[in-house]
C-alpha cells in the first residue's frame, strides 16, 4: 500500500452512515507521480461491523453488546485499465461514468488469516484462493478522475471539488505514505504511519485458538493516553484508540492495517515524548474478559533524540500475572522493548505482577514524515557539533552519505553548523565542510529536490552573517582547483 486509508461507514443496506453524505463520499489520493500509475490499483476493503460470530445466538444488540471488525470481501479498480478505457470512449455517451465492482472474497477452505493478501490474489487470478460474491451484489462508484499537477493548482481549478458543504477540507485528501517525488518546502508534515503486521501468540489454557483484538493508543512519559492523537483514516474524526480487526481462532494473525499518529512537534506530548501502547485480549460475544491483559510497547524516540527509523519493528508481549481483566500500568517504559528470540527461554517474571512470555511478539512497520524530526543520528549530531567533537570528523564524513530527503528539511540548520564549524574549526576540518557544502548543493540540483532552491538563496541572502566564512571558502576553492588542475597535468604527461 503506498497511501493511508480513505474510510466510508455504511449501514447494512449499503447506505452512508451520516445521511448528509449520501452520494458525497470522495477524496483525493495525491502525490501520486507517472512511474505509479503504471501498475496503481485501488483496493476497496470491506469490514463487517458487529460480534464475532454471526449465528451466535447470544448475539442480539442490546446495552452489553460488542461490536468488532470482522474480515469480509474486497473490491479493486485497475487505474491504468480505467485510464485506457476512458481514452477509447472518448466522445461515446456513458451512464454517468458510474462503475459497479464485484466483490470478492475468501474460498470457503481458506482461513480468515489470509484476508490481509486476498487482493493479491485476487489481482493475479488466483481462483482457488477466492470466490465472487452474487453478481447482483457489488459497489457502485462514480468519477474517477485523474488531475495532474501540483494540488495547489488542482484545487484552483476545481473548486467544486474541495469545497463541499459535508466534508471538512482535511477530509478530502489522502496522502502518500512518505514524501511525493518532488518535494515543495511549503509541504509541512509531521506524520506518523504504523502498520500492524502480525503477532504470534500461544493457546495457553483454551483449547481453541484466540480471537486475538489489538488495541493502540499513545501515552506521554507517565503512561497517561494522549486524547485524539490516532487517525483510522481519512474521512472520518480522530480517536483515542485504535481497535484492530479480529481474525477468527488465530493465534498468529495478519493484519496489514495502517494508522495516522498526530501529535504536535513539542511539548509533553510531542513525538520525542510519547510511545504507542498495544494491548491484547480475547473478543468473545459475552462482554466478558477473563484473560489477563498482555501489553507491547514502543518509544517514538530514541535515546539520541531521533524519531524511531522506518521499517518492521518486532516488540515483547508482556503480561499480567494477576487476576486483573483490565489494563492497569503505567511504569513499564523502563522495560525491555523490542523482541529477540534470544532473550529467555521460557515465561520470565520481570516484576510483582508482569511476566515476559517466551516466543510472543507484536510486529508492527513504520514510515515517518515529517518536516521537522529527523530520523538520522548524523545529522542530528551535526546540528548539536559541540557536543560531539571527539567524532566531529567522522560525523561529517558520514553527511555526505545523508539521503537528500532529510538534508533539504534542515537546510537553514545545517548550513549554520557547518559555517560555526569553519568559523571556529577550520584547521581542523576546513577541508571536510567544504565538501559537505558541495555534497548538499549537489543534491539541490537534483530535479527532486529543485524547489530547495530559493530556500538556499533566501539563507544566504537573509541569515547569512559569517563575514569571514566566504573568505575561507575562496581558499578551500583555490586549492581544490590547483588540485584539479595538478592531477589534469599528472595524468597527460
Given amino acids: 500500500m503506498i497511501s493511508e486509508r480513505f474510510l466510508a461507514p455504511l449501514t447494512k443496506n449499503g447506505l452512508p452512515e451520516d445521511r448528509e453524505r449520501l452520494n458525497d463520499i470522495s477524496t483525493v489520493f495525491t502525490d501520486i507521480c507517472r512511474e505509479d500509475l503504471a501498475n496503481l490499483y485501488i483496493i476497496i476493503r470491506y469490514y463487517r461491523r458487529g460480534p464475532v460470530k454471526l449465528e451466535s445466538s447470544g448475539n442480539k444488540a442490546g446495552a452489553n453488546s460488542v461490536e468488532y471488525l470482522r474480515p469480509l470481501g474486497l473490491s479493486y479498480i485497475s487505474i491504468k485499465t480505467h485510464m485506457d478505457t476512458m481514452e477509447a470512449n472518448v466522445g461515446v455517451r456513458s451512464d454517468n461514468n458510474i462503475n459497479r465492482l464485484d466483490i470478492y ?105 484466540r480471537n486475538l483484538l489489538v488495541q493502540v493508543s499513545v501515552r506521554d512519559a507517565k503512561g ?173 564524513q558520514r553527511v555526505q552519505v545523508i539521503q537528500g530527503e532529510e538534508l533539504v528539511k534542515f537546510l537553514h540548520m545545517i548550513f549554520e553548523a557547518l559555517f560555526m564549524i569553519l568559523d571556529k574549526k577550520d584547521e581542523d576540518f576546513g577541508e571536510v565542510v567544504f565538501d559537505c557544502i558541495v555534497f548538499i548543493i549537489c543534491t539541490l540540483a537534483d530535479h527532486k529536490f529543485e524547489h530547495f532552491r530559493p530556500v538556499l538563496d533566501n539563507y544566504i541572502t537573509t541569515y547569512f552573517f559569517h563575514t569571514q566564512v566566504y573568505i575561507k571558502l575562496l581558499d578551500r576553492l583555490k586549492i581544490k582547483v590547483e588540485q584539479y588542475q595538478t592531477k589534469n597535468i599528472g595524468d597527460i604527461m
Fill in 105 to 209: 472474497t475468501l474460498s470457503k477452505d481458506k482461513s480468515e488469516n489470509n484476508f490481509s493478501e486476498l487482493h493479491k490474489k485476487v489481482i493475479m487470478g488466483e481462483k482457488a484462493q477466492f470466490q465472487q460474491l452474487d453478481r447482483t451484489q457489488g459497489l457502485y462508484i462514480s468519477n474517477i478522475k485523474v488531475f495532474p499537477g501540483p494540488l495547489e493548482i488542482v484545487k484552483q481549478q476545481n473548486p467544486h471539488i474541495f469545497k463541499k458543504p459535508t466534508v471538512a477540507p482535511g477530509n478530502m485528501i489522502t496522502r502518500k505514505l512518505g514524501f511525493p517525488a518532488v518535494i515543495n518546502p511549503t509541504d509541512q508534515r509531521n506524520d506518523l504511519y504504523i502498520t500492524l503486521r502480525e503477532a504470534k501468540f500461544s493457546k495457553g489454557s483454551k483449547k481453541a485458538e
Fill in 224 to 396: 497517561n493516553e494522549v486524547k485524539g492523537a490516532i487517525s483510522r483514516g481519512t474521512g472520518e474524526p480522530t480517536v483515542d484508540t485504535y481497535r484492530s480487526s479480529v481474525i477468527y481462532h488465530c493465534n498468529s494473525p495478519l493484519w496489514d492495517e495502517t494508522i495516522r499518529i498526530n501529535l504536535p512537534d513539542h511539548g509533553s506530548y510531542s513525538f520525542t515524548n510519547c510511545h504507542l501502547l498495544f494491548t491484547f485480549r480475547h473478543a468473545n460475544d459475552k462482554n466478558k474478559n477473563r484473560d489477563k491483559p498482555g501489553f507491547s510497547f514502543i518509544c517514538l524516540a530514541n535515546k539520541d533524540g531521533t524519531l524511531i527509523s522506518n521499517g518492521n519493528h518486532k516488540m515483547i508481549v508482556y503480561k499480567d500475572t494477576t487476576k486483573t481483566a483490565e489494563f492497569r500500568h503505567k511504569d513499564y517504559l523502563h522495560l525491555e522493548s523490542y523482541f529477540s528470540m534470544s532473550q529467555i527461554t521460557k515465561d520470565t517474571k520481570v516484576s510483582n505482577d508482569l511476566e515476559q512470555k517466551y516466543n510472543e511478539y507484536l510486529e508492527i512497520s513504520s514510515v515517518f514524515c515529517s518536516s521537522k524530526f529527523t530520523q538520522n543520528s548524523d545529522l542530528k549530531s551535526l546540528l548539536q557539533w559541540d557536543q560531539h567533537e571527539a567524532r566531529l570528523g567522522e560525523i561529517l
